[in-house]
């Protein structure tokens, strides 16, 4: 039998205790009368069945021992360390509060005392459990600190001040950004190999969101990766920073990279005309397909129309059907709106100005917009997932009434959000591990 297994009969000594206990608390609580609704029948349920997954919890935390390992102990400065005391010591678990015993041993030699236990079992540092602290981030990711703290104790029975659910919130996140550092540390020395499987199709997407930070209002900037399919995008996730562009162009690189994009041989960076965002798109992705947003296309091609034959005109609106026709239906249909817009002879210097801007615009991205070709391939054409992730990952938690961020804070913050809105979300979970029992 393996030293990590529980005896046969010292089992059956534990689940007979937890059966009396069950039973005494079934005779405490089980309702006398019949009930009354069905909120009745679920806070009574609720009642009995919290208490006994506390006695069960308060079972198996007693059946790992104290750590006593005798009057002497080894310490980890190699010197012998005597027992002291068994201490007891609180943690806030799913489950309610859970009381600990531990065997203190102190060494003289080193003046530093331990609890073996810790190490057995690990017991994490602090008063509250990994899973927990899981459970703020999410609440907090979603939520005002103080109105994530209210719901938490709503839903869940767990009382965490304003204070510590923010906390929390700060060290977890800023331990998923440290972890996306080390990926891609990994990523820039060829350390890195996706164990994802290969996507069919990908595309890449950037941009940039406003929030009040540090007292100033500061881009956000926000990449996604997914794979296009038609019932919406699968297999999406994200990363945002308030890095400067150079810095946010390497995190994307390594979402992508993760994602799977070097084992994909279909792959596309579809965003709107942001210099910054071809700037990076260049850098890390050069041999990749570049599509600008088509809906950006036609806020110019309307801006045309609205100067060339008025405001409200039909035949303003009937222009801009001829461009957006010919963009998605012809193969050079860029090249012919183009000439189009560069033919006009406006009478006015607004309009002329007009001209001059979108006619230089149209010719920056010309390659950008083979939307016939595009869209033959299967590609998206238009930049709706970016827009909708800026109001989901950014704009939803970020810029509530009132929300000011301090650097710190918004860099965590940003992190728990990417972090629960991508689709493997794992990383929440994983860092919460992570800072309680390194903290």
């Known amino acids: 039998m393996s030293t990590d297994e529980i005896p046969d009969d010292e089992r059956e000594e534990q689940i007979t205790r937890l059966l009396n206990a069950y039973e005494k608390r079934l005779r405490e609580k089980y309702p006398r009368r019949l009930p009354q609704s069905i909120e009745e029948i679920e806070r009574s349920a609720e009642e009995i069945g919290e208490g006994v997954k506390q006695d069960i919890q308060q079972e198996e935390t007693g059946s790992a021992g104290t750590g006593y390992d005798g009057k002497k102990a080894m310490c980890r400065c190699g010197k012998l360390s005597r027992f002291k005391e068994e201490r007891s010591r609180s943690i806030v678990t799913l489950h309610g509060v859970l009381i600990m015993k531990r065997a203190y041993y102190w060494c003289k030699a080193c003046r530093s005392g331990s609890y073996p236990l810790d190490k057995r079992l690990p017991v994490p540092r602090g008063q509250i459990s990994v899973s927990v602290r899981a459970l703020a981030c999410r609440f907090t990711s979603l939520l005002p600190y103080a109105k994530a703290a209210r719901e938490l104790e709503l839903v869940c029975g767990i009382r965490l001040s304003v204070s510590t659910m923010e906390r929390i919130s700060r060290q977890v996140g800023q331990d998923i950004n440290r972890a996306w550092k080390a990926r891609q540390d990994a990523v820039w020395e060829d350390r890195y190999e996706p164990s994802c499987r290969p996507p069919e199709r990908m595309h890449i997407s950037m941009d940039g969101v406003m929030a009040h930070v540090g007292g100033v209002w500061r881009e956000v900037k926000l990449g996604v990766c997914y794979q296009p399919g038609k019932d919406g995008p699968t297999r999406d ?121 979108t006619v230089r615009y149209l ?77």
């Open 237 to 357: 996730t994200y990363c945002a920073t308030l890095d400067p562009s150079h810095e946010f162009g390497k995190r994307v690189k390594t979402l992508s990279v993760h994602a799977g994009e070097t084992l994909c041989r279909n792959v596309a960076v579809l965003a709107d005309g942001g210099e910054w965002i071809w700037q990076e798109a260049a850098k890390h992705y050069t041999t990749r397909t570049q599509i600008l947003d088509f809906f950006h296309v036609t806020e110019h091609l309307w801006e045309v129309a609205r100067s060339r034959f008025g405001p409200s005109s039909e035949a303003a609106a009937d222009w801009v059907s001829l461009q957006k026709a010919r963009l998605i239906e012809r193969e050079h249909g860029a090249g012919e709106v183009i000439r189009d817009v560069s033919e006009w002879a406006p009478n006015s210097e607004s309009g002329r100005d007009i001209r001059r801007r």
């Open 363 to 439: 010719l920056k991205h010309e390659h950008r917009m083979r939307y016939h070709a595009f869209r033959e391939q299967g590609h998206q054409i238009a930049s709706g997932v970016m827009e909708s992730s800026c109001r989901w990952v950014v704009q939803q938690r970020m810029k509530g009434s009132g929300m000011r961020w301090q650097t710190t804070g918004a860099e965590a913050m940003l992190a728990l959000r990417t972090a629960l809105c991508s689709e493997a979300d794992g990383d929440i979970l994983a860092a919460a591990r992570s800072t309680t029992l390194r903290a």
